[in-house]
């Protein structure tokens, strides 16, 4: 069975608690799924300890013979919700601990017997901060990720006619995928619901909606009122396909814009015109460089070739242009205006720069890129052109 490597788990494990240490902290208790597959090495639901000398100990409510097939550290079963949260009431009872706050809910404060959120010591910071850099092991995951994205748009390229709806085209993208190794969810932290099937067409690729981006897309429904919809696709028109693909746990993010039949001028121009400003954005990403000096880049490459609706109309504007990615599919840093956050070595980052024009539609690209000391390169080879079928 593939795992993660045990070396690999435990220098994750003591990075964190080098920063438990210095905090003077005596620990943390995870709770959240990625974070405890980041620290473990398994997804089974439970609670991991984390102490500042020591092996974690690892409290499985389900499935325990799963997890220690595919943890190194020390599972202790645990028989319902009360024993799990009786467990982490005993590790938790002497203070100094620290919770990734932004994965507890009220409920699970009250079930530590914390009443006082105020107490509670935030280590996700910490922990993100440990997660942005990636090690080779991680980089190779997401290139394997990058190597399906890829065989994906392949497909793309093949199958879109004239006809399909941006859903039914979706679900071959989407079925092709999985084939290959995706696991079919892009986890991410808080209440977006991220997904890969953002397939949208014509007018469709300016529609508003709850997503932050300048392509909302109108969705199946009013519960689900985004991504890919029923309009039918047709010639002559932008068809943007961002299509997230997650291998092992890690992900890569990345869009492409595609064209049935003769592309209009104003497809070509604002197309073209994206381009450049992605390939600027790009050509910053370097290592120790502010977040918000690469969002600055692209925004005065925009004003300069006259893009209209640079990240949206102005009523709806998108507030990013790009953002970390690795086991959840928007980390930090997220490229924004700014921001005084530092793109560190070893990050991964998306840039996803798009336009809307008018009422006629809107274009984008995205790539997911490696970010080094000298530069950066993306981790999925996929042409960056408007791809015309």
């Known amino acids: 069975m593939r795992v993660v490597p045990g070396g690999e788990i435990r220098a994750r494990i003591e990075a964190l608690q080098a920063r438990l240490s210095a905090r003077g902290l005596r620990g943390a208790l995870l709770n959240g799924r990625v974070d405890r597959f980041y620290l473990s090495g398994t997804a089974q639901e439970g609670l991991l300890w984390v102490g500042c000398d020591g092996d974690p100990r690892l409290f499985v409510l389900r499935d325990v013979a799963r997890a220690k097939e595919e943890t190194p550290f020390e599972v202790i079963p645990v028989a319902g919700w009360r024993g799990l949260w009786g467990r ?160 092992f746990g890690y992900a890569t993010d990345q869009t492409r814009t595609f064209c049935i039949g003769s592309a209009p001028q104003w497809l070509l121009d604002a197309h073209g015109a994206v381009l450049e400003v992605h390939r600027r954005m790009a050509e910053s990403l370097v290592a120790g460089v502010a977040a918000g000096e690469v969002f600055t880049r692209g925004e005065e490459e925009a004003h300069a070739l006259g893009l209209s609706g640079y990240l949206g109309p102005p009523e709806s504007r998108c507030r990013f242009v790009g953002h970390g990615v690795g086991l959840e599919v928007v980390e930090p840093p997220l490229i924004v205006a700014g921001s005084t956050s530092m793109v560190g070595a070893s990050s991964t980052v998306a840039l996803e720069p798009k336009a809307v024009v008018g009422d006629l539609g809107g274009v984008g690209v995205e790539d997911t890129f490696l970010v080094g000391p000298e530069g950066a390169r993306p981790l999925s080879g996929i042409p960056l052109e408007l791809i015309r079928v």
């Open 88 to 247: 982490a009431r005993e590790v938790a009872a002497a203070g100094g601990v620290g919770l990734t706050l932004d994965a507890l809910t009220a409920l699970d404060l009250l079930r530590l017997d914390l009443h006082d959120p105020a107490a509670a010591h935030d280590v996700t910071p910490d922990l993100l901060a440990l997660r942005a850099r990636k090690s080779p092991w991680e980089v190779e995951r997401m290139e394997e990720a990058g190597r399906v994205a890829a065989d994906v748009y392949r497909l793309a390229a093949h199958v879109l006619r004239p006809g399909l709806t941006e859903a039914q085209f979706a679900g071959q993208l989407f079925a092709r995928a999985m084939e290959l190794g995706h696991e079919g969810i892009l986890r991410t932290r808080g209440g977006f619901e991220a997904y890969s099937w953002h397939v949208l067409s014509g007018p469709n690729t300016r529609k508003a909606g709850a997503v932050d981006t300048p392509m909302s897309g109108e969705g199946l429904s009013p519960a689900f009122p985004w991504g890919a919809g029923r309009r039918v696709i047709g010639q002559g028109e932008p068809v943007i396909v961002d299509f997230g693909v997650s291998v």
